[in-house]
C-alpha cells in the first residue's frame, strides 16, 4: 500500500538515473504523487462533508477539526496518564526491540534454511508452523507463558516479524548468483570467504526487503499487543478512547500509526537507497 | 612445467544427453589455446571442467598430474556474463583475489590501478560496477582474472560484448599479457579471425555430443607480436586460407 507512495516521494533523492529500462519510471512519479494527493484530499474531503451535514453521528465520524482537535489535546495534555508522545515512544519502543531481536534470530536462521539441506529441513517447518498463526491466537499463550511485562508485548511482534525476515534471508541467499560464487572461489576463496565476501553483500538486498516487510507486520501486530496490560502505547491509547466512545482520539490513533509506518517505510527505503545502490541494476 | 589435462572426460547434465563425449585437450604453459563451435556445442560446459565448477562424469581433469577437485586459484575464469560484485567498487573487483588473501587497501588498490591501465579503464577505478558498460565491465572482468596472477587463464568469450575498434585493441592486449607471463591460456569465441588471430592452437568443437572435431596450429598471434601489423596479417593469403578451412571444418561438420 504505501509502497508507491513513499517511492513517489522520495523520487527526487535517487542517485543519477542511468539510460535503461528504469528510465521510464521518474516520469511517471509526478503522475502518481498529483493522482495519489487527490485521492487522499478527496477522502478527506468526503469526510469533512459527510460529518458537516451530520450524515453520520459525530459519535461514529467526528469532524476532520475534531480529530485535529484531538490530536492537539493530546499532545499536549493526554491522554489516559500520558501524552501522545509517551504513547508513541512506547509503541515505536516495542516495535524496534522487536525488531532488532526478530533480525538477530531471523538472519542466521534463514541463512541456514538457504544454504543447507539440513538448515532446511530444521527450521523450515517451524517458520511455516508460526508464519499462518494470526498475532490474537498465539496472544494467550504468550501470557500464559511469560506474563504480561513488557518482555511479552515485545514477544508477541517479534514473532510476527520472524518468518518474513527469514523468508525474504533465504530467498536471498539461494538468489545469490552462481557465477559469482564460482567467480569468487576461482580466486580462492574458501567456504567462510564465500559467505562474508559474496553470499552475506549479495543477499543483503533481500535481507533488506525482509525488515521492510516485518516491520509493516510489526506495526499491524501493535494493538494486539498492548491488549496486555499496557499503559502506554498507541494501541492501548486507541482501545481505551475506544472503550469511553472518544471516537476522535480513535481516529487520530490510527492516522499517527498510518503516519509513522509511513514514515519508517521512507526510512527504511532511504538505507536501501545508501546500503545497496545496486540492487535490482546487474 | 604447468599442464592442464582433460583425459577422455565426458559430460552429462542430471537426465540429459551426453554434452561432452570422451573428449581430451591439454593446455600447456606457453599455450594459447582457442576453442571455436556454434552456440550449444559445449564450450562452456569444456571450460567450466577445466575450472573444477563441475566434475566430468567419467574421465578426469589434472592439473600436473594431480586430479582437480573444486575450483582454484591457479586457474583464474573470466566469465561470458561478466559476473563481477556490484557491492564493490571498480577497483576493489579488480583486487578481490588480493582481498581474499588478506592484502592491505593501500597495496590493493595500487595493484588494481596497474590492472585496470592495462585493460584500458585507467581512472575509473572508484565507479561502481553498476555505472560501467557491458564491454567495461568485461574488461573489469578480465583485470580481474590477469590480476590473481593465475597458472591458466579461462576465459568465455571475453570480447563477445565490444565493439570492433575496442576489440582488436583488447586482442592485442590479450596477446601481451599471454607473451609477457606465458599463462598457459584456454580462450572460447564466435569470431573465427580472433580464434586465428590469438591461438597458437585452435580448437574446433561440433556439438551431439560435444568433441573436438579439429585441432589447427597456427602462428599468427606470434607474427603479431613480432611486430606485423594487424591488417597486413589478417589480408595475408595465408590468413584467408586459414579462415576459409576453419570455417568449413565448423560448417563441414554442423551439417552432418
Ligand atoms: N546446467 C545445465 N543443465 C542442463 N543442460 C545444460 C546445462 N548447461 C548447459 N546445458 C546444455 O549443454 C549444452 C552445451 O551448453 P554450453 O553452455 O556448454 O554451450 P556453449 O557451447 O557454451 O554455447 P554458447 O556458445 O551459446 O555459449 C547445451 O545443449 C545446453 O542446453
Ligand atoms: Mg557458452
Redesign the pocket.
Known amino acids: 500500500m504505501s509502497l508507491d507512495l513513499a517511492e513517489a516521494a522520495l523520487a527526487p533523492s535517487r542517485p543519477a538515473e542511468r539510460a535503461g529500462p528504469t528510465k521510464a519510471a521518474p516520469r511517471n512519479r509526478p503522475v502518481v504523487a498529483i493522482t495519489a494527493a487527490l485521492t487522499i484530499a478527496s477522502l478527506v474531503l468526503a469526510w469533512a462533508i459527510a460529518s458537516h451535514f451530520q450524515l453520520v453521528s459525530a459519535l461514529f465520524l467526528p469532524s476532520p477539526v475534531a480529530v485535529g482537535k484531538a490530536f492537539v489535546t493530546v499532545a499536549r495534555d493526554g491522554f489516559v496518564d500520558a501524552t501522545l508522545w509517551q504513547h508513541l515512544a512506547a509503541s515505536l519502543g516495542r516495535v524496534f526491540a522487536a525488531l532488532v531481536g526478530a533480525t538477530l534470530i531471523a538472519v542466521p536462521i534463514g541463512f541456514a534454511i538457504g544454504s543447507s539441506a539440513v538448515g532446511r529441513g530444521t527450521f523450515d517447518p517451524i517458520i511455516e508452523f508460526l508464519r499462518p498463526i494470526p498475532p490474537l491466537a498465539y496472544l494467550p499463550l504468550v501470557i500464559i507463558w511469560f506474563g504480561i511485562g513488557e518482555p511479552s508485548k515485545i514477544l508477541i511482534i517479534g514473532i510476527a516479524m520472524l518468518a518474513p525476515i527469514v523468508i525474504s534471508t533465504a530467498t536471498g541467499v539461494k538468489g545469490v548468483d552462481a557465477d559469482r560464487l564460482n567467480a569468487a572461489r576461482s580466486l580462492g576463496a574458501t567456504r567462510r570467504q564465500l559467505l562474508r565476501h559474496v553470499i552475506l553483500p549479495g543477499s543483503l538486498p533481500a535481507i533488506l526487503t525482509g525488515i521492510r516487510i516485518a516491520l509493516g507486520a510489526g506495526w499491524s501486530t501493535l494493538v494486539a499487543a498492548e491488549l496486555v496490560a499496557a499503559s502506554r502505547g498507541l494501541g492501548f491509547m486507541i482501545q481505551s478512547a475506544a472503550q469511553f466512545l472518544v471516537t476522535d482520539v480513535v481516529l487520530m490513533g490510527i492516522l499517527v500509526i498510518a503516519a509513522v509506518a509511513f514514515a519508517l517505510e521512507a526510512v527504511l527505503r532511504w538505507i536501501e537507497r545508501r546500503l545497496v545502490p545496486w540492487a535490482g541494476k546487474s | 612445467m604447468a599442464h592442464l589435462q582433460l583425459d577422455s572426460v565426458s559430460l552429462r547434465?542430471?537426465g540429459?544427453?551426453p554434452?561432452?563425449g570422451n573428449l581430451s585437450l591439454d593446455i600447456r604453459a606457453d599455450e594459447f589455446v582457442v576453442v571455436v563451435?556454434?552456440?550449444?556445442?559445449?564450450?562452456?560446459?569444456?571450460?567450466?571442467l577445466a575450472a573444477g565448477f563441475l566434475a566430468p562424469s567419467s574421465g578426469q581433469v589434472l592439473v600436473d598430474g594431480r586430479p582437480v577437485t573444486g575450483p582454484g586459484a591457479d586457474r583464474a575464469v573470466v566469465f561470458?556474463n561478466d559476473a563481477l560484485f556490484p557491492w564493490l567498487s571498480t577497483a576493489e573487483n579488480v583486487a578481490f583475489a588480493a582481498r581474499l588473501a588478506g592484502i592491505a587497501p593501500a597495496e590493493r588498490r595500487a595493484q588494481a590501478d596497474r590492472y585496470l591501465d592495462i585493460v584500458g579503464l585507467a581512472g575509473l577505478g572508484d565507479r561502481p560496477i553498476w555505472q560501467l558498460s557491458g564491454g567495461q565491465r568485461q574488461r573489469v572482468g578480465l583485470a580481474r582474472a590477469l590480476a590473481a596472477e593465475p597458472r591458466f587463464l579461462l576465459m568465455?568469450?571475453p570480447l563477445g560484448a565490444l565493439d570492433a575498434m575496442t576489440r582488436e585493441a583488447m586482442q592485442d592486449l590479450l596477446l601481451e599479457a599471454w607473451n609477457r607471463t606465458r599463462t598457459g591460456t584456454l580462450l572460447?569465441t564466435?569470431g573465427v579471425e580472433e580464434a586465428l588471430y590469438l591461438a597458437t592452437r585452435v580448437i574446433v568443437?561440433a556439438?551431439q555430443p560435444?568433441r573436438i572435431v579439429r585441432r589447427l596450429e597456427v602462428d599468427f598471434g606470434r607474427r603479431r607480436l613480432a611486430g606485423e601489423s594487424a591488417r597486413s596479417i589478417k589480408a595475408s593469403p595465408s590468413f584467408v586460407a586459414a579462415r576459409e578451412d576453419l570455417l568449413d571444418s565448423i560448417f563441414e561438420r554442423e551439417a552432418a
Open positions: 547434465y542430471e540429459g544427453a554434452v561432452l563451435g556454434r552456440s550449444g556445442c559445449g564450450k562452456t560446459s569444456l571450460l567450466n561470458q568465455d568469450e572460447i564466435h568443437m556439438p560435444g
